[in-house]
């Protein structure tokens, strides 16, 4: 007999994966006839020690990174190129990982603490060299805040539903996003909470995330933006295992 229930979920991740598209298709095509209201594209390089689950603990990665906000919505992709130190065997940890996340305004309001409601998803893939990847899509709804604090760019709050790979259960997700900034000092950075995963052996788990930053660009008289500082991450049951992530970075990132 064949499993409905299966049938049913291949269907639902099917036609998730068209609605994802479908957001992203719709933002390249409104860019023609809407307003870009913001836009940031930047490259960064970090250094750091103490990560869980990578041999010796140790990460070089690079990023880059945009984020832009449109009449109809907005969208914020990155990728990482992690490269690690060698394991017992002698061989280097290598690993890509990226998210595109588009969200599409379905209302929005004046003098609140909610601006606006989004549709919100978000695709995440990866791989790395010990032969683990990854291809999840996350559906739901978010806002953007208008936290009432001197010298905040952004905030914005988001729940999602998971629809993971064949090799992880699916689970929720609520993820939080800040961008701050005053003389020159910014802080900005997300936190992400899964739980309630389908499989009761992961553990519901946590991920901090911010960085703190100086804007050199005035000190050096140049055109474009140049941050250093440090990232920091705290990552509770570390992708729901026992494991917890105290790791801080070097970092140094250029805007373009």
């Known amino acids: 007999m064949r499993d409905h229930s299966s049938i049913s979920l291949s269907l639902i991740t099917n036609k998730l994966t068209y ?12 860019s023609a006839q809407a307003k870009v209201l913001f836009t940031d594209t930047s490259i960064s390089a970090l250094y750091g020690t ?3 689950l990578v ?5 070089t990665t ?20 992690h490269q690690g130190k060698e394991n017992a065997a002698g061989k280097e940890f290598k690993e890509t990982y990226g998210e ?12 609140s603490f909610i601006k606006q409601v989004n549709l919100a998803g978000q695709y995440e893939f990866g791989s790395n060299s010990n032969g683990f990847s990854q291809d999840n899509y996350l559906v739901g709804v978010g806002a953007d805040l208008n936290v ?7 905030a914005s709050a988001s729940l999602y539903h998971a629809f993971n790979d064949k090799d992880n259960a699916d689970d929720q997700q609520i993820t939080l996003t800040y961008g701050w900034e005053k003389n020159n000092f910014v802080i900005d950075g997300y936190v992400d909470y ?3 995963s389908e499989d ?16 050199l660009q005035e000190v050096l008289g140049i055109d474009n933006r140049l941050e250093v500082g440090m990232e920091y991450s705290y990552w509770k049951n570390k992708f729901g295992s026992d494991k917890t992530q105290n790791a801080a970075s070097a970092l140094v990132k250029f805007h373009f």
Do not use: C
Request: avoid cysteine; proline fraction near 6%.
């Open 100 to 111: 595109l996340a588009p969200k599409l305004k379905l209302a929005k309001f004046d003098n």
């Open 50 to 52: 103490d990560y869980e």
């Open 19 to 30: 609605a994802l598209v479908a957001i992203a298709a719709l933002g390249a095509m409104s």
């Open 148 to 154: 009432p604090i001197p010298g905040m760019k952004y």
């Open 200 to 215: 009761d052996s992961v553990k519901d788990n946590i991920h901090i995330n911010p960085q703190l930053k100086y804007n």
């Open 194 to 196: 899964a739980f309630n």
């Open 55 to 59: 041999p010796q603990e140790t990460l």
């Open 62 to 81: 690079v990023t880059l990174e945009h984020a832009s906000t449109h009449t109809w919505g907005g969208v914020f992709f990155f990728v990482d190129r």
